[in-house]
T-cell receptor, first 113, second 108 residues
Framework: DAGVTQSPTHLIKTRGQQVTLRCSPK?????VSWYQQALGQGPQFIFQ???????QRGNFPDRFSGHQFPNYSSELNVNALLLGDSALYLC????????????FGPGTRLTVT | GQSLEQPSEVTAVEGAIVQINCTYQ??????LSWYQQHDGGAPTFLSY??LDGLEETGRFSSFLSRSDSYGYLLLQELQMKDSASYFC?????????WGAGTKLIIKP
């Protein structure tokens, strides 16, 4: 049973560019949440997707957008990258939107230069 | 606003017991979760408390007092592999709000 997978593992971008990160949830899970984790900090909630809709959003600007596909996989898009967007981006899936146990992928390390 | 406070670092000896505290201030509280994260790894779910009291899962236990906005994670019979960062996180309005994490250092 495959767990949560994310791609790519690492990514280097330049300020002003756009990036797309991808996530496949654990088998049987239909809810995907995205987090940003800066070095030495706790994860910050970006948004959650359920039934292909953004269900809840954290305190992140509109430059951060996402999508969920019919197979429950998800994408995180970040436009007009800033140096401060450099972080580990984590995807987590759960059995339902009400399930409190989240399974995390290994993350994508994004570096903006 | 919403905030969680936990100690930044805790040191303990192998085989001992350690308690990591978490206090929170948030609206729309549903429950308190604990996650473990090894350096370079992904967070791993440890426990979830929605009601007051103690939940035990093997060597790990978690406690919640909703009236005090307080919880703790208790780790018993510490092993070197327990060296990691531990995060408390509040479920609030369909999102998880995380603390800054407690780095647990275990000495032989």
């Amino acid at each position: 049973d495959a767990g949560v997978t994310q791609s790519p593992t690492h990514l280097i971008k330049t300020r002003g560019q756009q990036v797309t990160l991808r996530c496949s949830p654990k088998s049987g899970h239909d809810t995907v949440s995205w987090y940003q984790q800066a070095l030495g900090q706790g994860p910050q909630f970006i948004f959650q997707y359920y039934e292909e809709e953004e269900r809840q959003r954290g305190n992140f600007p509109d430059r951060f957008s996402g999508h969920q596909f019919p197979n429950y996989s998800s994408e995180l898009n970040v436009n007009a990258l800033l140096l401060g967007d450099s972080a580990l981006y984590l995807c987590a899936s759960s059995r339902s939107a009400e399930d409190n146990e989240q399974y995390f992928g290994p993350g994508t390390r994004l570096t903006v230069t | 606003g919403q905030s969680l406070e936990q100690p930044s670092e805790v040191t303990a000896v192998e085989g001992a017991i350690v308690q990591i505290n978490c206090t929170y201030q948030t609206s729309g509280f549903y429950g308190l979760s604990w996650y473990q994260q090894h350096d370079g790894g992904a967070p791993t779910f440890l426990s979830y408390n929605a009601l007051d009291g103690l939940e035990e899962t093997g060597r790990f236990s978690s406690f919640l007092s909703r009236s005090d906005s307080y919880g703790y994670l208790l780790l018993q019979e510490l092993q070197m592999k327990d060296s990691a960062s531990y995060f408390c996180a509040v479920s609030s309005n369909y999102q998880l709000i995380w603390g800054a994490g407690t780095k647990l250092i275990i000495k032989p």
